[in-house]
């Protein structure tokens, strides 16, 4: 059977695009360990570094496997180093106990490989003090309704969308609120104009006239509330919205793209595989007919399934090679994006909550507003008095204050 090693997930070991692919010799059908380094972009502003909750009640977790260990790096630092794993060069071909244990630790699943958990070896989490999107969604998830598998990426995508919808939805309230202060305002005003009592008098009766002024000064508060509703909340929230909806959709097709060319890449190394199989078969059976001498061409057709075994061992290696190269660069383009994905969300959710403290202190200022209008009545309906209403009446209307006497014979 043949070996070829397969790197472990980040973590453990990983290949950087950036370096070059080690080459394989004409003759040689050996993959040799490269040290690489790979820098994680530094945490964005605005994500929280505190401890998620519950951290230390269960180990942490990577790619669905628990992991153990002091954090190599504190929660401040800027970037982080991710290296290979250094091993001795296994020959493609042999049978000697390294072939098994290779193969033992790592495991295969949708054509990303993980360390195998029975042999996992210890990985650190990228971000071991917060509850980071870069450290849990690397496997799939079966699906719901059991139609396959949703990548974790997937996952994140669709909370950000349900984000993105949530938002609309809340422009669309605050709009619902606007038109309610509309016509809230309009009422208000044309009941102002009403002439019900307008015959009213004294202090009562100007009173009266200023319950009604103050309806039509609230009606032009509530048509300024609405107006700054409309400019301060609804406009922001449905703004923000639309430059989110191009952010998701400009992650969603870059880390689909690369996780379609790990696929076909995972496709060539099985075909590679095959063909090596074939070919290390082959060569046996060339070399069994030399040892009993069926056939005098039999050494001539062992050299020349030599030179194809070791050109298939040769094509295996430049395959892994690829898919190695393939899958660090969709793992640096996910810890990357689901980093972006977390800016964007804690921006989304510090943006919506400003905007519902604008909407609280637009409503505070409308209380105040309101009430400035009401004061004025207060302190009309203090100064009624009923007795001096009555001597104002009668020194306007009286008639003449002497009054009737009997009449006299």
């Not at 922001?236 to 060319?261: G, S, V």
């Not at 076909?264 to 060339?286: G, P």
Request: include cysteine; glycine fraction near 4%; charged fraction near 30%.
């Amino acid at each position: 059977m043949p070996v070829f090693t397969v790197y472990p997930l980040p973590g453990s070991s990983v290949p950087s695009c950036a370096e070059g692919a080690p080459k394989p010799s004409g003759n040689a059908s050996t993959l040799d360990h490269a040290e690489t380094t790979w820098e994680r972009p530094s945490s964005s502003p605005g994500i929280s570094a505190s401890p998620g909750p519950h951290r230390s009640s269960l180990p942490p977790t990577v790619n669905g496997y628990h992991a153990s260990g002091t954090p190599a790096h504190p929660p401040e630092t800027a970037h982080m180093s991710l290296r290979k794993s250094t091993g001795d060069s296994q020959n493609l071909g042999s049978s000697s106990p390294g072939k098994k244990q290779s193969k033992e630790n790592t495991i295969t699943i949708n054509c990303v490989t993980f360390p195998h958990p029975d042999t996992m070896p210890e990985q650190q989490l990228l971000k071991p003090t917060e509850w980071s999107y870069c450290d849990y969604f690397w496997a799939d998830k079966k699906d719901p309704q059991g139609n396959g598998t949703v990548a974790g990426f997937e996952l994140l995508l669709q909370k950000q969308l349900k984000g993105k919808q949530m938002q609309k939805e809340m422009s669309e309230f605050i709009r619902e609120r606007i038109k309610i202060e509309e016509e809230y305002a309009k009422n208000l005003a044309k009941l102002s104009q009403n002439s019900l009592a307008a015959q009213e008098e004294g202090s009562l009766g100007e009173a009266w006239a200023q319950v009604k002024k103050s309806l039509a000064d609230e009606a032009e508060v509530h048509l300024k509330f609405s107006a700054k509703l409309h400019s301060e909340v609804e406009k922001p929230l449905m703004n923000f919205r639309e430059n989110f909806k191009k952010d998701m959709k400009k992650c969603d097709h870059h880390i689909a793209d690369l996780r379609k060319q790990l696929a076909s890449r995972y496709a060539s190394v099985e075909k590679a595989r095959k063909a090596l199989t074939e070919r290390q078969r082959d060569l046996e059976m060339k070399t069994q007919q030399l040892e009993i001498k069926l056939s005098n061409k039999t050494e001539e057709d062992i050299k020349k399934a030599r030179r194809k075994s070791t050109q298939a061992g040769d094509d295996l290696m430049r395959c892994v090679d690829l898919y190695n190269q393939a899958q660090s660069k969709w793992f640096e383009e996910m810890v990357t994006t689901t980093l972006e994905l977390e800016r964007l969300e804690v921006e989304r959710v510090e943006m919506i909550r400003q905007h519902l403290c604008q909407y609280t202190q637009l409503r505070h200022e409308t209380d105040m507003f309101n009430q400035s209008t009401v004061e004025p009545v207060d302190q009309l309906l203090r100064k009624v008095d009923p007795a001096k209403d009555r001597e104002l009446w009668v020194r306007e209307h009286k008639t003449g204050n002497i009054r009737p006497v009997d009449m006299e014979i």
